[in-house]
């Protein structure tokens, strides 16, 4: 069943028009949840558009008519050096997001220098709904899968030679009554490397995308299985558990 994104309706009317209003954007499309799964009434709606010349200056402009257009409470911008060849932000259309009591209204908006051939990976990132690709730039194919091979193989034996002294970190910050600590080392090399090995075990074209997306991307019920293992109260059972379960899926992928 499709997203239904007529909460959005302004925006989307907005960005349908925008390349008669800025005409260095060459494609422009949304997706994230609204095309992978997912969507629900406080998701915002993730756009991409990539554009002929200087990427900063088109965003400039893009970010000039949202603001002209739509009601705009406030922008987030991200640092100019997040992308190298574009800028992000997150235009919010609501004041204090964090108020689930309607739906929420956010655009999460890229835009980046069209590159010599533009593709998008479906499996990983879903069929994008294209507003604007009047040249048909955009190609949807897999990416290169010898490099994301390769990546995975790297992400099994870093956590399998590293398994050792990360048990040690975290059980020693335990030992040591170091909370805060503890809990950090846990994430980062239990339950994290843990769900990298769940991912290349049973989504591997998604194998980096961490702890997001797990009830639509791993087996039924083992999102709730990775919950169980978070931080608690009884921390030190829950990191043996954690790297006892990363030890039975390294077997596996040996």
């Given at each position: 069943?499709?997203?239904?994104?007529?909460?959005?309706?302004?925006?989307?009317?907005?960005?349908?028009?925008?390349?008669?209003?800025?005409?260095?954007?060459?494609?422009?499309?949304?997706?994230?949840?609204?095309?992978?799964?997912?969507?629900?009434?406080?998701?915002?709606?993730?756009?991409?558009?990539?554009?002929?010349?200087?990427?900063?200056?088109?965003?400039?402009?893009?970010?000039?008519?949202?603001?002209?257009?739509?009601?705009?409470?406030?922008?987030?911008?991200?640092?100019?050096?997040?992308?190298?060849?574009?800028?992000?932000?997150?235009?919010h259309l609501q004041p204090d997001a964090a108020d689930l009591g309607?739906?929420?209204?956010?655009?999460?908006?890229?835009?980046?220098?069209?590159?010599?051939?533009?593709?998008?990976?479906?499996?990983?990132?879903?069929?994008?709904?294209?507003?604007?690709?009047?040249?048909?730039?955009?190609?949807?194919?897999?990416?290169?899968?010898?490099?994301?091979?390769?990546?995975?193989?790297?992400?099994?034996?870093?956590?399998?030679?590293?398994?050792?002294?990360?048990?040690?970190?975290?059980?020693?910050?335990?030992?040591?009554?170091?909370?805060?600590?503890?809990?950090?080392?846990?994430?980062?090399?239990?339950?994290?490397?843990?769900?990298?090995?769940?991912?290349?075990?049973?989504?591997?074209?998604?194998?980096?995308?961490?702890?997001?997306?797990?009830?639509?991307?791993?087996?039924?019920?083992?999102?709730?299985?990775?919950?169980?293992?978070?931080?608690?109260?009884?921390?030190?059972?829950?990191?043996?558990?954690?790297?006892?379960?990363?030890?039975?899926?390294?077997?596996?992928?040996?």
């Open positions: 069943m499709a997203a239904d994104l007529s909460r959005y309706d302004d925006c989307l009317r907005l960005l349908t028009a925008l390349p008669d209003r800025v005409p260095t954007l060459q494609v422009v499309v949304v997706n994230g949840s609204a095309v992978t799964g997912g969507w629900d009434e406080h998701s915002d709606l993730d756009v991409e558009a990539w554009c002929s010349g200087d990427a900063a200056t088109t965003y400039d402009a893009v970010l000039a008519l949202f603001r002209q257009e739509l009601p705009v409470d406030h922008v987030w911008e991200l640092p100019e050096t997040t992308w190298p060849t574009g800028r992000q932000c997150f235009v309607r739906p929420t209204r956010l655009l999460d908006v890229v835009v980046q220098t069209t590159p010599d051939r533009l593709t998008m990976d479906t499996r990983r990132h879903g069929v994008p709904l294209v507003l604007h690709d009047p040249d048909r730039l955009l190609v949807l194919e897999d990416d290169d899968e010898a490099e994301m091979e390769a990546q995975r193989r790297q992400a099994v034996a870093q956590t399998s030679a590293r398994r050792q002294t990360a048990a040690w970190l975290v059980e020693r910050a335990i030992v040591r009554g170091d909370l805060a600590e503890a809990t950090a080392l846990h994430l980062r090399f239990a339950v994290e490397p843990l769900v990298r090995l769940l991912r290349i075990q049973h989504c591997p074209a998604r194998h980096d995308f961490g702890l997001r997306y797990l009830r639509t991307d791993l087996p039924a019920g083992m999102a709730e299985q990775v919950e169980a293992v978070l931080p608690g109260p009884d921390l030190a059972v829950r990191t043996r558990a954690a790297f006892a379960w990363q030890d039975e899926v390294l077997r596996e992928l040996r």
